[in-house]
């Protein structure tokens, strides 16, 4: 992890999610000075600091964070709490419909889509020709 990209990463995290250091620091329920140091080069990141930031704003992955790797905010970032919720126990989905099914029989089952989950938290929906 190169201190320098991960700082640029942090501050960028900082400034778009609107907070000062010292308010972000105080979101994510670290010291000020922590977060102080760490910006000016003097600490490096804690596993404990990194676990903080994912926790408050899981939108950004793990990745984003320590590598720089993938966008910071995936476009289709599915926010886990919110799966199960009861307002979509209720919903159906038309794709979960019976329509989906074209043969029953497991030796002849034709898939028309599927849904293959990433680990950044986002998912890619491949439909069949």
Do not use: C, W
Request: proline share 5%.
């Amino acid at each position: 992890m190169s201190d320098q990209g991960f700082i640029s990463r942090l501050q960028k995290l900082i400034s778009d999610e609107g907070h000062t250091p010292s308010s972000f620091a105080n979101k994510i329920d670290v010291q000020r000075s922590t977060l102080s140091h760490l910006l000016n080069g003097r600490n490096k990141p804690s596993v404990d600091l990194l676990l903080k930031i994912h926790k408050h704003y899981p939108e950004y992955s793990m990745d984003y964070l320590i590598l720089g790797k993938y966008s910071a905010k995936p476009k289709e970032f599915i926010n886990e709490q919110n799966l199960f919720t009861a307002e979509n126990k209720n919903e159906q989905d038309s794709t979960t419909t019976n329509d989906t099914l074209v043969n029953s029989d497991p030796a002849t089952f034709v898939y028309k889509e599927l849904v293959v989950l990433n680990p950044d938290g986002t998912y890619t929906r491949y439909k069949a020709v």
